[in-house]
């Protein structure tokens, strides 16, 4: 195993992992600088910051490019989120997870959704053995959708995510991820059942860090937060300037260039 593939594994046995995800290789930068101990992409910032809806549309040429320029300025590990694979067809997520390893990702996010949860055993299975074919030990964060998508009653939502839990596990998952859970119940249930270090999405209503901590969630995802953040505040800037033609101060101070100039030089 790799020094980055170790410490990535490492990240999710003890305390908790939290993640601010990003949409380029800029933004890897900026949470790396700011003392982040890995890196998450979030598909749909991803997607968005090249113009593509979320949901399966990022062409692999951008996804590839992306992970490209993202590792070549990092110096802690790169997890990616690679949604459902960008196909069914367990062949091309078989192509997608090579050319992302091959890019230097240590780490994937791949879900379920409303598909058979047979389809996300296979892409697991298939994650692994094309990861161990460039001789990486690729950390497999399988995400079930029950609680995101709704896909079983409310009062089956706990039972059937600690069945997909234990299926993923037994695929080769090693991680799992149950966007949507938010209550400190049902959390508790999961981290204590669960084989796998338990990843949550942050959501309104969810106990504190240090409460989460206690439970036992080992890492915390932000998902698509960032980047709507990004986006809304882009917008407002760009707004005020079309409309007044000017710079004016916002609520949150801006970097400056020589700041931002100075924040890309590549890792050694």
């Known amino acids: 195993m790799t020094s980055l593939e170790s410490v990535f594994h490492g990240l999710h046995q ?33 997607a968005w910051s090249h113009g593509y809806q979320d949901g399966n549309k990022l062409p692999l040429d ?20 690679i949604e459902g694979g960008y196909s069914d067809d367990v062949e091309h997520v078989a192509k997608v997870v090579d050319a992302i390893v091959a890019a230097g990702a240590v780490g994937i996010n791949i879900e379920d959704g409303v598909g058979p949860t047979q389809w996300l055993v296979r892409k697991i299975e298939v994650a692994k053995q094309v990861a161990s074919r460039h001789g990486v030990n690729l950390f497999v964060n399988a995400r079930s959708d ?74 915390l995802s932000a998902g698509a937060h960032v980047g709507e953040f990004v986006f809304a505040a882009m917008a407002e800037f760009a707004k005020e300037f079309l409309q007044r033609g000017e710079v004016a101060p916002g609520a949150i101070k801006s970097f400056t260039y020589p700041e931002l100039n100075a924040l890309m030089i590549p890792k050694a």
């Open 62 to 81: 951008l996804l590839t490019t992306t992970i490209e320029s993202m590792t070549r300025v990092l110096s802690v590990p790169l997890t990616v989120d």
């Open 14 to 46: 003890q305390g908790l992992l939290v993640l601010a995800n990003v949409a380029d290789a800029g933004g890897a930068r900026l949470v790396e600088s700011l003392g982040s101990k890995a890196v998450a992409t979030s598909s749909a910032a991803m």
């Open 146 to 219: 029950v609680y995101m998508k709704g896909s079983v009653p409310p009062e089956r939502k706990l039972e059937e995510t600690l069945n997909r839990a234990e299926l993923y596990a037994n695929a080769g998952a090693d991680g799992f991820f149950a966007p949507g859970m938010f209550s400190r119940d049902d959390i508790g249930a999961l981290c204590r059942a669960s084989r796998l270090p338990v990843n949550l999405l942050s959501w309104d209503g969810m106990p504190a860090i240090a409460d989460l901590q206690q439970l036992g969630l080992r890492r």
